[in-house]
């Protein structure tokens, strides 16, 4: 039992806080700050100061840029980079599709994707979610068909986020329909956006923007060599990749970091003088979400909830869920705090209402999506009432 | 930051959870009459070193910190232990050697130590608000001595202490004092109290008083902290046993032909019930090391009391529902956990209290620095 933190884990905080707030421009960090969206570019340009610095990717093996870093260390890194409105590098890439390549794809595969991948020079997008195979994923029903030396996709993927700035695309496709489990007859493809038969059609969202797409293939050829590890084995390697992907979730660094703006946007004087901070009720939800922020922080440092030997450890949906939950509602608390001038939502530069006020429902709408991707928080509870509790 | 205990840490849970683990089965007998706990059991931890866990081994203790504290009260906990090592050991016995002279720690605490004296705080009264302004007890100095007037209670385990550790006014102070409890002027009525234990209604009538070192209101606010710390870690013992034991009922109980765990409405409430465990055995193992490594804390101790509050509630109220009619009853083991649970969370400021004082400021407070 520790508090402190070593002097070796010290120095690495203070290094990442010192990068962090220095290397990566202001504006980007202002930005996400303010709760406000990243052009592609400024994505791009973050996370390749990022991997200038080799902080991009700490989470891979070390030979691809990994750090060999402790599951604390890891922790710091994320926790700086997130309260100092550093955007987190793409999921898609450096939690996802990157470990799985790392993990189980071929040397060539390896060698061809995990520098651009790390570098974003590649944009990665998702392609699991179908319109009838959302929480019961392994209901995919887009398939590949062995031709020759290539497979031919034919299907539809959903929720694709950020599809419409992807150059390539992960996909699970059903590439045995005669496999006695559902489970088992699964690939995992690797293939360009830009490939005949691949169209992406965005969806528009409750918050109006534009953030997932559905992406349609229509007899889409793809070199046999970009099917990642063993054929039909694919499923292993999602249930690989969401282990991650929840453990991300889980994070709550960017949650404090919001909580702080708002406490500060409740901290500012109201037109009569007073002060909603000053409102014991209002006073007691910041301490109460501060408090349960804290206590799944260290729940997090706690269980270090990731992968273990391909398999999600199962503790990573408690970080899921609570996460989800906590982010919800700190936006909620926003919405609250923003009162009557939430009306001002389309409202320019040249209005009394500042913009935090008018973004903060379309913000707490769009955040309704956190308990439910990435295994929505049923989903959670079945794994943790499953296989934690043996119920 | 590291959870985990180290070898000599897990031994001592081992070997806690194996004496406490053999008078388990007569706690229903023992609680039944005074003083409902087991002065055999209470001479086995003494001879264990555990009545001395936190004192200097100047006075017969072991030095040892916080966490191993923790470890003790969470075995507590775990069986609801009905013996007075938090308010014997850690409120009345640190507060001792905290704050009393040389000739006090000298004298009473290898007698703590040993299982020979009880010693415990009374301070609370009446219908007082939480806190360490003493209110209906007033101490009067008179020819070099001091003697205390009027009335403290509920004080748990107040009616067999054989010293009492008494908060008094002083003018506009509240000051600390050492009273034998079998003296002329104290007079101790026992009651139950809701969890299966006792407390006194503790009437002084110029009772004789000894000033406890200097010690006043900022000597009782860091016995409260160390208090509120090993109450969590009892806390979460009990709430440990108390998801084990719901989750356990759900796989054996019967209805519609099948066992409870078939029903996915119980089955997700019981995940989060084990969430809400999960969380709160953080914040209390990282509340016992910041105490072990920077002393009393009271913004920590009221983060981990409203955290331990609020799943405390969650938890006590889920495992009797979960458990159904047999949930109330006083034959079975999940109720008086509620009881318990209800009780611990209000002993040192209720959950309200301290979401309060952690609210207290929070606008001048940046983000939360977890890792230093």
């Known amino acids: 039992m520790r508090l402190a933190l070593s002097a070796e884990d010290a120095q690495l905080q203070q290094e990442l806080r010192e990068f962090f707030t220095t290397k990566v421009p202001q504006e980007i960090r202002d930005t996400v700050r303010s709760g406000g969206e990243l052009t592609k570019e400024q994505i791009i340009e973050a996370q390749r100061v990022l991997n200038a610095g080799g902080y991009a990717v700490p989470n891979w093996p070390v030979e691809w840029g990994g750090k060999g870093w402790t599951p604390q260390q890891r922790h710091i890194w994320l926790d700086e980079m997130q309260t100092a409105g550093v955007p987190a590098p793409l999921a898609f890439n450096a939690s996802m599709v990157g470990p799985v390549i790392a993990t189980f794809g071929s040397q060539e595969q390896k060698e061809r994707f995990l520098p651009a991948t790390a570098n974003l020079d590649i944009w990665w997008c998702q392609g699991f979610s179908e319109p009838d195979a959302g929480s019961d994923l392994a209901s995919l029903r887009t398939t590949a068909v062995r031709d020759g030396d290539e497979w031919v996709v034919n299907g539809q993927k959903t929720w694709t986020t950020l599809g419409q700035y992807a150059d390539w695309i992960f996909c699970l496709v059903r590439t045995n329909p005669d496999a006695p489990k559902k489970q088992q007859g699964i690939s995992f493809l690797l293939f360009e956006m830009t490939t005949p038969g691949v169209t992406v059609r965005p969806i528009k969202l409750i918050d109006g923007g534009y953030e997932v797409n559905e992406v349609f293939f229509d007899n889409v050829r793809v070199p046999a060599d970009q099917l990642v590890g063993e054929e039909n084995r694919g499923w292993d390697y999602a249930k690989f990749l969401l282990g991650n992907e929840r453990d991300g979730i889980g994070a709550t660094g960017s949650t404090k970091l919001r909580l702080q703006v708002v406490k500060e946007h409740a901290s500012l004087p109201l037109a009569d003088g007073s002060r909603l901070i000053d409102d014991p009720a209002i006073a007691a939800r910041f301490a109460s979400l501060e408090n349960q922020l804290l206590a799944l922080e260290l729940t997090a440092l706690r269980v270090a909830g990731s992968s273990k030997d391909g398999k999600p450890d199962p503790v990573s949906s408690i970080l899921k869920l609570r996460g989800s939950v906590l982010i919800q509602e700190v936006s909620e608390l926003a919405v609250d705090v923003a009162g009557g001038d939430v009306l001002a939502g389309g409202a320019g530069d040249d209005s009394d209402v500042p913009s935090w006020a008018g973004d903060s429902v379309p913000t707490y709408l769009n955040l309704r999506k956190v308990s439910i991707f990435g295994g929505s928080n049923e989903i959670q509870r079945t794994i943790i009432a499953g296989t934690i509790l043996g119920l | ?372």
Not at chain 2, 286 to 292: D, E, P, S, V, Y
């Open chain 2, 1 to 372: 930051m590291d959870f985990t205990y180290d070898k000599e840490q897990t031994a001592l849970r081992d070997a806690v959870r194996g004496i406490l683990g053999e008078s388990a089965g007569n706690r229903e007998k023992i609680t039944s009459s005074e003083p409902g706990w087991d002065r055999e059991v209470w001479g086995g931890l003494a001879e264990m070193g555990l009545l001395g866990l936190p004192f200097d081994e100047t006075y017969d203790g072991a030095g040892a910190t916080a966490t191993e504290v923790g470890i003790v009260a969470q075995e507590i906990g775990r069986i609801l232990a009905p013996e007075p090592f938090i308010d014997v050991v850690v409120g009345a016995g640190e507060l001792i050697a905290d704050a009393g002279t040389d000739e006090q720690k000298q004298d009473l605490l290898p007698k703590i130590a040993s299982g020979e004296l009880i010693a415990v705080i009374a301070h609370n009264e009446a219908r007082a608000p939480h806190g360490t302004v003493a209110y209906g007890v007033t101490a009067t100095s008179a020819d070099g001595g001091w003697t205390l007037d009027g009335v403290k209670e509920p004080v748990r385990h107040g009616g067999v202490a054989d010293v009492l550790i008494v908060s008094a006014k002083d003018g506009d102070a509240t000051r600390l004092f050492v009273v034998d409890a079998t003296a002329d002027g104290v007079t101790r009525t026992t009651y139950a109290t809701p969890d299966d234990g006792y407390a006194a209604r503790i009437v002084f009538a110029g009772a004789a008083a000894t000033p406890l070192g200097d010690a006043g209101e900022a000597a009782l606010a860091a016995a409260f902290t160390r208090l509120q710390t090993a109450y969590g870690a009892e806390a979460l013992g009990a709430m440990e046993v108390s998801v084990e034991t719901t989750v356990g009922y759900l796989k054996t109980r019967k209805q519609f032909g099948v066992t409870l765990s078939k029903f996915q409405a119980l089955t997700f409430r019981a995940a989060d019930m084990y969430t809400s465990l999960e969380l709160a055995r953080s914040i209390s193992l990282w509340a016992t090391m910041a105490l072990a490594e920077n002393g009393p804390d009271a913004l920590v101790a009221s983060r981990l009391q409203a955290e331990i509050g609020r799943t405390a509630r969650h938890i006590s109220q889920e495992s009797i529902q979960l458990h159904g009619g047999i949930g109330v009853t006083a034959e079975y083991s999940i109720g008086h956990y509620a009881a318990r649970l209800t009780v611990l969370e209000r002993t040192l400021g209720t959950e309200a209290y301290h979401v309060a004082q952690v609210a207290d400021g929070i606008a001048d407070r940046g983000i939360v620095e977890l890792l230093h």
